[in-house]
């Protein structure tokens, strides 16, 4: 077309027709681009946001921070301290098997409770029982709270008759995947639920939740969760840091079977 005068900016290195200074300098030293497009010269930050404080760093990588699922446990921090409260005999004088109170604390069924739902599952539940009047000595919860050797919950007919007050762990193979507390009727209290695949469970919060009908129990007595089989061992809260206590060795609330299957019956 004879005579056609773009009005497009040209490349920097053209040397004919019209040419348009760059808002970073010189049209010969930076490619033009349409202002609106400028990087800007620096971040802009809202008044309202000015005093903020910058982030301390991380004392544990960000796999502390995430929920148990798909059961990667990270090892816990050094050990809670945990100061005598009073309110309840020391753990040695507590009958064993038997719960130290006949009804859950309330704090259990406090829905995401900040301090609770910012841990990782056996911390949070090692804080709550310091909080309730439970624990009276330093444990770690990771490794204190329960162990695979403990009795068995073999099933949702033994879930709903646990007693209030039992830590509830959820092993891999020998791995622990998750702890929770029993509140009664076959209920239990935990952060960051999802990895056991329980009905309502979430990623992180703590929540107060139905384990007899919302795990998914095979005939077995076990728990199928994310393609995986967990087996579910509960202990008194209060006996928290003390030896293994296999069904043969507890006053078992079921009756004397302890680890057998019992049909459940739905």
Same mark, same amino acid.
């Given at each position: 077309? *004879? +005579?056609?005068?773009?009005?497009?900016?040209?490349?920097?290195?053209?040397?004919?027709?019209?040419?348009?200074? *760059?808002?970073?300098?010189? *049209?010969? &030293?930076?490619p033009?681009?349409?202002?609106?497009?400028?990087?800007?010269?620096?971040?802009?930050? %809202?008044?309202?946001?000015?005093?903020?404080?910058?982030?301390?760093?991380?004392?544990? =990588?960000?796999?502390?921070?995430? /929920?148990?699922?798909?059961?990667?446990? &990270? %090892?816990?921090?050094?050990?809670?301290?945990?100061?005598?409260?009073?309110?309840?005999?020391?753990?040695?004088?507590?009958?064993?098997?038997?719960?130290?109170?006949?009804?859950?604390?309330q704090?259990?069924?406090k829905?995401?409770?900040?301090?609770? &739902?910012?841990?990782?599952? !056996?911390?949070?539940?090692?804080?709550?029982?310091?909080?309730?009047?439970?624990?009276? *000595? &330093?444990?770690? $919860?990771?490794?204190?709270?329960? =162990?695979?050797?403990?009795?068995?919950?073999?099933?949702? #007919?033994?879930?709903? /008759?646990?007693?209030? @007050?039992? /830590?509830?762990?959820?092993?891999?193979?020998?791995?622990? #995947?998750?702890?929770?507390?029993?509140?009664?009727?076959?209920?239990?209290?935990? @952060?960051?639920?999802?990895?056991?695949?329980?009905?309502?469970?979430?990623?992180?919060? !703590?929540?107060?939740?139905?384990?007899?009908?919302?795990?998914? !129990?095979?005939?077995?007595?076990?728990?199928?969760?994310q @393609?995986?089989?967990?087996?579910?061992?509960?202990?008194?809260?209060?006996?928290a840091?003390?030896?293994?206590?296999?069904? /043969?060795?507890?006053?078992?609330?079921y009756?004397?079977?302890? +680890? $057998?299957?019992?049909? %459940?019956?739905?």
């Amino acid at each position: 077309m *004879s +005579g056609f005068d773009s009005t497009f900016p040209r490349t920097p290195f053209a040397n004919q027709g019209p040419s348009y200074p *760059s808002p970073q300098g010189s *049209s010969h &030293s930076q490619p033009h681009h349409p202002h609106s497009y400028a990087a800007p010269t620096q971040q802009h930050v %809202p008044p309202a946001l000015g005093g903020l404080q910058p982030r301390r760093p991380r004392t544990h =990588d960000l796999s502390y921070y995430l /929920s148990c699922g798909p059961c990667r446990p &990270s %090892p816990s921090p050094p050990a809670i301290p945990l100061q005598p409260m009073g309110g309840h005999p020391p753990i040695s004088t507590q009958p064993t098997g038997v719960a130290p109170l006949g009804q859950a604390h309330q704090l259990a069924f406090k829905h995401h409770d900040p301090m609770l &739902s910012a841990q990782m599952c !056996w911390d949070a539940i090692a804080t709550y029982g310091k909080r309730a009047g439970m624990l009276h *000595s &330093s444990i770690n $919860g990771q490794h204190d709270l329960v =162990d695979r050797h403990d009795t068995q919950v073999a099933g949702p #007919a033994q879930m709903q /008759s646990l007693p209030a @007050n039992h /830590s509830i762990g959820f092993y891999d193979g020998d791995r622990l #995947a998750h702890v929770m507390v029993s509140t009664g009727h076959g209920y239990a209290s935990g @952060n960051k639920n999802d990895c056991v695949g329980v009905a309502g469970g979430t990623m992180v919060g !703590w929540q107060n939740l139905d384990l007899v009908n919302g795990l998914q !129990w095979d005939h077995n007595g076990q728990v199928v969760a994310q @393609n995986r089989v967990l087996t579910v061992v509960h202990r008194p809260l209060a006996e928290a840091g003390q030896r293994a206590q296999p069904a /043969s060795a507890m006053n078992n609330p079921y009756g004397g079977g302890g +680890g $057998g299957f019992i049909p %459940p019956g739905y």
